[in-house]
């Protein structure tokens, strides 16, 4: 089975200031999504990446899957206090066959605390 | 487009009920839906796969006959927690993956809190 490892698992950071959060798989990615989550809530879907090198941005969210597709980064640049929350990265169960689109395993999280 | 409600969002229990939880997709049909349970501080793990018109496909370690999963139409798909004990308190989610253009991504409801008292 699928193993996602997000790396660090907590993060605390200054207003401004840019961070990184890396998600490592054991097998080669065919989706990669990014959400956010307040704790107890639902998730916030960020972004998703499908093809190696990829690289997507949203506002000051920019997320990238690497060549291999066995490694993704999501940064956050000038981070603000509305960033805080927890980071999931969840890899698609599906393996180019079409019949796991959706079921995602997910990495254990990062929780991001921004300081005013 | 693409929304999935899931109800409620909170929900109290005494030990030994059952309680059931609804997700549903609201603009589009769901031929596939995704049960998850996260508890404090950990990620979400899978716990079944609802298919439309058959049994659900449950993860290992997960007890179908506590967690029954119907997923009688291409728009709902229902959970129940039959005789919930104060260990099933968790964090429930749904996702829900379309048709056509949809079906290569899942869409997610916003949760379902059961507190088991």
């Known amino acids: 089975s699928q193993e996602l ?6 993060l605390i950071v200054q207003e401004g200031k ?3 959060i890396n998600c490592t798989s054991s097998k080669t990615l065919y989706g990669l999504y990014w959400y956010k989550q307040k ?6 879907f960020l972004m998703m990446l ?7 941005s949203h506002e000051k969210i920019t997320a990238k899957l690497d060549e291999k597709k066995q ?5 956050i640049t000038a981070s603000q206090p509305s960033h805080a929350g927890i980071y999931l990265c969840g890899a698609d169960g599906s393996s180019g066959g079409g019949t796991s689109y959706g079921k995602l395993t997910f990495g254990q999280g990062t929780i991001l605390t921004v300081h005013p | 487009g693409a929304v999935v409600s899931q109800h409620p969002s909170w929900v109290i229990c005494k030990s030994g009920t059952s309680v059931k939880i609804e997700c549903r997709s609201l603009d589009f049909q769901a031929t596939t839906m995704f049960w998850y349970r996260q508890f404090p501080k950990q990620s979400l793990m899978l716990m079944a796969t609802s298919n439309e018109g058959s049994k ?3 993860e290992q370690g997960v007890e179908k006959d506590k967690f029954l ?6 728009t709902l798909s229902t959970l129940t927690v039959t005789s919930a004990h104060p260990e099933d308190s968790s964090f429930y989610i749904c996702s829900a993956r379309g048709t056509g253009k ?5 869409f997610f409801g916003q949760g379902t809190r059961l507190t088991v008292v």
């Open chain 2, 69 to 74: 999963i119907n997923h009688a139409s291409l």
């Open chain 1, 39 to 44: 704790y107890g809530e639902g998730l916030i």
């Open chain 1, 5 to 10: 490892e997000q790396s660090p698992q907590s």
């Open chain 1, 50 to 56: 499908q093809k190696g090198g990829e690289e997507k």
């Open chain 2, 56 to 58: 659900a496909t449950y």
């Open chain 1, 71 to 75: 490694q993704s980064s999501l940064h």
């Open chain 1, 18 to 20: 840019n961070l990184t």
């Open chain 2, 102 to 106: 949809l079906n290569t991504e899942a």
